[in-house]
T-cell receptor, first 113, second 114 residues
Framework: SQQGEEDPQALSIQEGENATMNCSYK?????LQWYRQNSGRGLVHLIL?????REKHSGRLRVTLDTSKKSSSLLITASRAADTASYFC?????????????FGEGTQLTVNP | EAGVTQFPSHSVIEKGQTVTLRCDPISGHDNLYWYRRVMGKEIKFLLHFVKESKQDESGMPNNRFLAERTGGTYSTLKVQPAELEDSGVYFC????????????FGSGTRLTVV
């Protein structure tokens, strides 16, 4: 599998439900980031979790990181139609800014009104 | 604060032609990156500038791609001559030299080579 591989590739839910997306990676990392891409738009940074953190919250987002399993999950609670987008995880191996991100193929989330 | 700006947003060119993509990073961001997403696959790193210097260009696919960042401000990515497999979305991102709060990406340039 590729570094930063997301699962599932596509997810369709009803508004109000929770959406969980998973990401697996291969190498050691300094941090893992989640991004969202709305159709035709750029990547928006959602949340960053460092390798020494296990869980992080930001609004309706909850990210977990399990470095022993090299995996992360993104939970969006109480989803809205506006959450419809592609979600990507990206790993960063360096501690300081200025290194490449390794992305997965993304999960296409569709939230039906 | 203005975000990362990319121009054009879309470009359709014929195989063999030349296209130049431009990226204006956030003012003061010394790090500038180019990524691309081809055919719905994963987003892949192309290269990284620190100011005007190429820090890492290991992701550049071949010598048909040339990136520059004159004066350490905006950057251009030229594809010459373009091939069909170059079609995709090209993203630019920037970040400050210090600190680590995630990268700011532009809206991307959708390149279609026909």
């Amino acid at each position: 599998s590729q570094q930063g591989e997301e699962d599932p590739q596509a997810l369709s839910i009803q508004e109000g439900e929770n959406a969980t997306m998973n990401c697996s990676y291969k190498t050691s990392i300094n941090n893992l980031q989640w991004y969202r891409q709305n159709s035709g738009r750029g990547l928006v940074h959602l949340i960053l979790i460092r390798s020494n953190e296990r869980e992080k919250h930001s609004g309706r987002l909850r990210v977990t990181l399990d470095t022993s399993k090299k995996s992360s999950s993104l939970l969006i609670t109480a989803s809205r139609a506006a959450d419809t987008a592609s979600y990507f995880c990206a790993t960063d191996q360096k501690e300081t800014s200025g290194s490449r991100l390794t992305f997965g193929e993304g999960t296409q989330l569709t939230v039906n009104p | 604060e203005a975000g990362v700006t990319q121009f054009p947003s879309h470009s359709v060119i014929e195989k063999g032609q030349t296209v130049t993509l431009r990226c204006d990073p956030i003012s003061g961001h010394d790090n500038l990156y180019w990524y691309r997403r081809v055919m719905g696959k994963e987003i892949k790193f192309l290269l990284h500038f620190v100011k005007e210097s190429k820090q890492d260009e290991s992701g550049m696919p071949n010598n048909r791609f040339l990136a520059e960042r004159t004066g350490g401000t905006y950057s251009t990515l030229k594809v010459q001559p373009a091939e069909l497999e170059d079609s995709g979305v090209y993203f630019c991102a920037s970040s400050p030299l210090r600190g680590h709060y995630g990268y700011t990406f532009g809206s991307g340039t959708r390149l279609t080579v026909v």
